[in-house]
């Protein structure tokens, strides 16, 4: 079998390939090579203006949106306060004796002057049969002294000492009808027995305590409010307040306000008139209550959902035409100063202008530029 003749290696055929392939190698690093000729139509330069090149093609995120309005917002300070009796009070026996009779219970209503409970009052009746007779006795001495007098018959200083001797009496008959008069225990004024401390039979002292009563109409809550927080604080002014028992909302009205500052706390304090309230409301309960420290009567107001915090910052996204005005509108991030809040709204104090439009509803998966579906406008107050 013939073999294949060797050929020998020739130097200078090496020498001529080495520049070429030198060559290819620099132009495959230039800058572009292996990418597209032509810029992206949403990048740098482009209709984008630069927003992201992939907004194009992201299928539009459904939002709703609410317009910016003008409308009255205030500050608002909140305590807790307990309900109070406007009046309350121990009543306490003026006449020693034995307890005969009841007339009332815990929980009654009863009227002022109305009888709570009687003491036993023979000795007391007595006395003042006593005193009548005296007093009569001495009425006609004095009666007949004064004709004497008239027919010189009896001296200035007799009919003197009769007039002393009968004022006197009528003093101890009066004093006597009065102490009579302690032995029928009456309500001071209109309210709701709270307490009863005594019972028939029981022997008391003068000082002893009967019953406690208290007027419920209307309940008072006292409230210290921080010195500084009092900037548009004043009488007749309406509160709110939630009972802790049932969550029943209530209306209250400031009736008193302190004329000085607590040194020790620098608070002032309010007194709370509740008027009308359920039924089944008493004193001892806990509210919650929130008073109007400042009203700013025309604020640029947003609903409070339209907020987003990121990094510290308040922002919110409106809903503005893409670049064009062809396609679906686009978000548009905008950073906003927050003034007051509330339950349902914020207070805009910079960044926004009344009338724009901010969703309220999707902005947790926007970010700016990115394409939006309005599925609808919800009202001011936030119902859709």
């Known amino acids: 079998m013939?073999?294949?003749?060797?050929?020998?290696?020739r130097p200078a055929l090496l020498h001529a390939l080495v520049p070429l392939l030198?060559?290819?190698?620099?132009?495959?690093?230039?800058?572009?090579?292996?990418?597209?000729?032509?810029?992206?139509?949403?990048?740098?330069?482009g209709p984008g203006g630069g927003k992201d090149p992939q907004a194009r093609d992201q299928q539009p995120i459904p939002v709703m949106v609410a317009p910016a309005?003008?409308?009255?917002?205030?500050?608002?300070?909140?305590?807790?306060?307990?309900?109070?009796?406007?009046?309350e009070a121990e009543v306490l026996a003026r006449a020693t004796g034995v307890v005969g009779e009841l007339f009332c219970e815990e929980g009654d209503e009863v009227a002022a002057g109305q009888p709570l409970l009687t003491i036993v009052n023979d000795e007391?009746?007595?006395?003042?049969?006593?005193?009548?007779?005296?007093?009569?006795?001495?009425?006609?001495?004095?009666q007949r002294l004064e004709a004497m007098l008239a027919e010189e018959l009896a001296t200035a200083e007799e009919f003197e000492a009769a007039r002393s001797?009968?004022?006197?009496?009528?003093?101890?008959?009066?004093?006597?009808?009065?102490?009579?008069?302690?032995?029928?225990?009456?309500?001071?004024?209109?309210?709701?027995?709270?307490?009863?401390?005594?019972?028939?039979?029981?022997?008391?002292a003068v000082g002893t305590p009967l019953v406690v009563m208290a007027d419920f109409k209307p309940l008072l809550a006292r409230i210290h409010v921080p010195s500084r927080e009092f900037k548009e604080l004043r009488r007749d002014q309406k509160v709110d307040l939630v009972l802790d028992s049932d969550g029943e909302v209530l209306e209250g009205v400031i009736t008193l306000v302190s004329p000085i500052i607590d040194p020790e706390s620098g608070t002032i304090k309010l007194t709370v008139e509740?008027?009308?309230?359920?039924?089944?409301?008493?004193?001892?309960?806990?509210?919650?209550?929130?008073?109007?420290?400042?009203?700013?009567?025309?604020?640029?107001l947003v609903p409070r959902t339209a907020l987003v915090t990121d990094k510290g910052e308040s922002l919110v996204y409106l809903t503005v035409e893409a670049d064009g005005g062809e396609g679906s509108p686009v978000a548009e991030r905008r950073v906003?100063?927050?003034?007051?809040?509330?339950?349902?709204?914020?207070e805009i104090t910079a960044g926004l202008q009344a009338g724009e439009l901010v969703v309220v509803r999707g902005q947790r998966s926007l970010k700016h530029g990115a394409p939006v579906k309005v599925l609808g406008e919800e009202s001011p107050g936030g119902d859709s």
């Open 2 to 9: 013939a073999s294949t003749p060797h050929r020998p290696f």
């Open 22 to 45: 030198l060559t290819a190698l620099l132009l495959c690093l230039a800058p572009g090579c292996g990418k597209d000729e032509a810029p992206a139509a949403g990048g740098p330069g």
């Open 69 to 87: 309005i003008r409308g009255p917002i205030a500050s608002y300070f909140n305590a807790t306060a307990t309900l109070e009796a406007r009046k």
């Open 124 to 142: 007391y009746r007595l006395r003042l049969k006593q005193a009548e007779a005296a007093t009569a006795n001495l009425r006609a001495r004095f």
């Open 165 to 204: 001797d009968l004022a006197r009496a009528e003093a101890d008959e009066g004093l006597a009808r009065l102490d009579l008069g302690y032995t029928t225990v009456r309500a001071p004024f209109t309210g709701r027995v709270t307490r009863r401390l005594v019972d028939v039979g029981q022997n008391m």
């Open 274 to 300: 509740i008027p009308e309230y359920p039924p089944d409301t008493r004193p001892g309960d806990f509210a919650q209550v929130r008073i109007v420290t400042e009203l700013r009567p025309d604020a640029l």
């Open 336 to 346: 906003v100063t927050v003034g007051f809040t509330d339950d349902e709204h914020a």
